[in-house]
């Protein structure tokens, strides 16, 4: 049993028994429908059956799914940054994460139309409780994140994740993407966890961390939605913050957040790949000989290219002109704009709550803060 058995996506050799053992699965006659939806389901069950790849079934079908999923809930991707990079490099992508399956899934699309190494991908495994969702998580190429853990076992599991992370950079030649932090941003305050980084380098085999991260040459991924599909849902963990009060998740509330996500209107959306950072490592190492400070710098980084890059959209001026009650981005967004968003949170929140309504808005408004932070925002 490989060391790794417990996390891993299926080898290529385990996908065909994992689709042909799917195929009457009721999710996947849903999800081969909707992708397909003029297409007699033996059709798709004999091609799956013929399908003994993970790179297949990603190109074949979950590439399709993807482009209906922006088909029928989004004005459409634009992308940016890509042209930096080298077809047959790997890298690790660490990104800033709102959406639990569509950040990496849009990615990864970007990747394959510029030819590029798609992504290994983080999620946690309180995400694929159900077997099938599992199943097919382990068929596009995600590795297990474990979740509660006790302190000794969550250090065994995050060593073991930082040494699978490696190998699949440095052995397979397999690009890998991890989120900035712990679960989605609820708050629109995208910030680059330490701990992220700290597990990150547990694999390190350098006197100093920061010639290890080089080698694993980090691209930071700016991905924005015009709206956030599943921006309600996230609004009962930030009133619980907003109460010091410990937040408990409903029973299927993920799996009802993961398909918020994909089929929940998104309007405009795109993403951006930072340069990748190498000699930002060079200055780090030689200006701190201390290796949590060195991190804390690097997690800076990160975050400027992070926020830099972030592509602003009109709900997000509109947003911070309503929170803030001024008309200071006023010439950025429409009066049609501004009320199609007034009428969306309006609907989808509740209004008198003044921790909820802020809450609402803050979530689109603080990428405006951050942003002009560096700069006038634009």
């Excluded at 992508?93 to 590029?116: E, P």
Aim: hydrophobic share 40%; charged share 25%; net charge neutral.
């Amino acid at each position: 049993m490989s060391k790794f058995d417990s996390i891993r996506p299926y080898y290529d050799s385990e996908v065909n028994e994992a689709l042909c053992a799917s195929l009457n699965h009721p999710m996947l006659k849903a999800m081969m429908n909707f992708t397909f939806p003029d297409v007699a389901d033996e059709v798709w069950k004999e091609q799956l059956k013929k399908t003994h790849s993970i790179r297949d079934f990603q190109i074949n079908f979950v590439y399709q799914s993807v482009q209906k999923v922006l088909e029928k809930s989004s004005d459409g991707l634009t992308t940016s940054g890509f042209e930096k990079l080298e077809r047959n490099t790997p890298y690790l992508f660490i990104s800033n994460h709102r959406d639990i399956i569509l950040d990496t899934s849009l990615l990864n699309v970007s990747l394959f139309d510029h030819g590029l190494v798609m992504t290994a991908s983080a999620i946690g495994d309180n995400l694929v409780k159900k077997d099938f969702v599992l199943k097919l998580s382990k068929l596009n190429r995600n590795f297990l994140v474990q979740r509660n853990l006790s302190p000794r076992e969550l250090l065994q599991s995050s060593k073991l994740m930082s040494e699978y992370m490696y190998h699949l950079l440095n052995k397979e030649n397999r690009s890998v993407w991890i989120a900035q932090r712990e679960g989605r941003t609820k708050d629109g305050n995208d910030a680059t966890h330490q701990g992220v980084l700290k597990m990150v380098a547990m694999a390190s085999d350098e006197n100093n961390v920061m010639d290890f991260f080089k080698k694993l040459k980090i691209v930071p991924v700016s991905i924005s939605y015009e709206y956030d599909p599943t921006d309600a849902l996230k609004m009962p963990q930030l009133l619980a913050q907003a109460k010091d009060e410990v937040y408990i998740k409903e029973k299927n509330e993920d799996f009802i957040t993961l398909l918020s996500g994909i089929i929940g209107q998104k309007k405009r959306i795109h993403i951006h790949v930072g340069d990748i950072i190498q000699h930002e490592l060079d200055m780090i190492k030689s200006d701190f000989d201390n290796s949590n400070k060195q991190i804390q710098a690097l997690a800076n980084v990160i975050d400027d290219s992070i926020l830099q890059n972030y592509k602003l959209w009109p709900t997000n001026y509109i947003a911070y002109d309503i929170l803030h009650q001024t008309e200071q981005f006023v010439t950025y967004y429409t009066k049609e704009e501004k009320q199609l968003f007034q009428r969306r949170f309006e609907m989808r929140i509740d209004t008198d709550n003044p921790t909820v309504r802020d809450g609402f808005l803050a979530m689109y408004a603080n990428p405006v803060v951050n942003k002009m932070k560096y700069h006038n925002a634009k």
